[in-house]
């Protein structure tokens, strides 16, 4: 597993593994807006069934691959709004408002929240691409 820390800076990473067979995570770590905030955990797995798993046991998790995952997700929005948001798509606050309390009520999802800007869970595969976006966006 490769731990990883989000900060704005290049991140540092060490390599371990979860246990015996198991396949290599990726661990996020994202911070809040002052550099003494608490890090957060986001384990970024290869697919929407492991990331799953993981939620059930208590862990934010997000699939590399995305797409399945990302649909789960949008369908938790429509089936509890009505409305369809692209949670790859959607950089507003309204809409990212919207999936966070969508994806509460979705069994095993859980939202990770960003204390210094105004996206509220992320669902997007290309997980550098939207931290930057998140990081422009909140500025």
């Known amino acids: ?24 995570l ?9 550099p003494d905030d608490a890090w957060s955990p986001l384990w970024v797995v290869e697919d929407w069934l492991s990331a799953w798993r993981l939620h059930h046991r208590g862990v934010n998790a997000i699939a590399l691959n995305g797409g399945e995952y990302t649909q789960a997700v949008d369908m938790a929005i429509r089936q509890h ?5 692209d949670v790859n798509l959607a950089l507003d606050h309204d809409a990212y408002t919207r999936a966070c309390t969508a994806a509460t009520r979705f069994p095993g999802l859980r939202p990770i929240l960003l204390s210094d800007g105004d996206i509220k869970n992320l669902g997007s595969a290309d997980i550098g691409r939207l931290l930057r976006n998140v990081r422009k966006h909140s500025e």
């Open 81 to 85: 709004t009505g409305q369809y948001v």
């Open 26 to 34: 990726c661990g996020w770590w994202l911070t809040g807006s002052e």
């Open 1 to 24: 597993m490769v731990l990883r820390r989000y900060d704005g800076h290049e991140p540092k990473a060490r390599t371990f593994r979860l246990g015996p067979g198991t396949e290599p």
